[in-house]
T-cell receptor
Framework: GAVVSQHPSWVICKSGTSVKIECRSLDFQATTMFWYRQFPKQSLMLMATSNEGSKATYEQGVEKDKFLINHASLTLSTLTVTSAHPEDSSFYIC??????????FGPGTRLLVL | GDSVTQMEGPVTLSEEAFLTINCTYTATGYPSLFWYVQYPGEGLQLLLKATKADDKGSNKGFEATYRKETTSFHLEKGSVQVSDSAVYFCALSDRPDSWGKLQFGAGTQVVVTP
């Protein structure tokens, strides 16, 4: 399967700042990527689907101006949390669509907003 | 809407014990069902899947059978090892013609002691 990395693995920032999280597909052309958010002891919640070269499709209730997704190449998608606040603290996970109903997941990025 | 419910953890077992993790789902259509595993510090990996009723998915000694009549997809392993310690996620996809949009359960942590 594909190898997916995320950077950084964890980040602490002050309230009001923006944070960018990178998701890289190291050995697979990622036409479609997904971004998830996971709260402690809760399931992964899909935030958005991004397709290379086009705008992301956001799930209901996810603020697209808050969570900016850029998927400009077949190996990189970025999630920017703009004007982060403590309630944005969470574990963010990306995945790469690898085929019919197959996804390859990154290790996740833990964000803590103070 | 679609949902997945799995038993809460942590589940603590001794090596060579029998493992069962219950998973039930609700879906409007005929979903595909998955078990993903997340080892410490790593991304989620597909463990096994089943795409239609009565299918049995199996991998690494784990098995799960798609039971439409009970809307269940319980994960079982006859003899666990310490290396099976991980978090296990049950998931469904009700759109097999798309690239995923997985609906996850909350995850069940399994701890296997020597």
């Amino acid at each position: 399967g594909a190898v997916v990395s995320q950077h950084p693995s964890w980040v602490i920032c002050k309230s009001g700042t923006s944070v960018k999280i990178e998701c890289r597909s190291l050995d697979f052309q990622a036409t479609t990527m997904f971004w998830y958010r996971q709260f402690p002891k809760q399931s992964l919640m899909l935030m958005a689907t991004s397709n290379e070269g086009s705008k992301a499709t956001y799930e209901q209730g996810v603020e697209k101006d808050k969570f900016l997704i850029n998927h400009a190449s077949l190996t990189l998608s970025t999630l920017t949390v703009t004007s982060a606040h403590p309630e944005d603290s969470s574990f963010y996970i990306c995945s790469v669509a690898g085929g019919r109903e197959t996804q390859y997941f990154g290790p996740g990025t833990r964000l803590l907003v103070l | 809407g679609d949902s997945v419910t799995q038993m809460e953890g942590p589940v603590t077992l001794s090596e060579e014990a029998f493992l069962t993790i219950n998973c039930t789902y609700t879906a409007t259509g005929y979903p595909s069902l998955f078990w993903y595993v997340q080892y410490p510090g790593e991304g989620l990996q597909l463990l096994l899947k089943a795409t239609k009723a009565d299918d049995k998915g199996s991998n690494k000694g784990f098995e799960a059978t798609y039971r439409k009549e009970t809307t269940s997809f319980h994960l079982e392993k006859g003899s666990v090892q310490v290396s099976d310690s991980a978090v296990y996620f049950c998931a469904l996809s009700d759109r097999p013609d798309s690239w995923g949009k997985l609906q996850f359960g909350a995850g069940t942590q399994v701890v296997v002691t020597p």
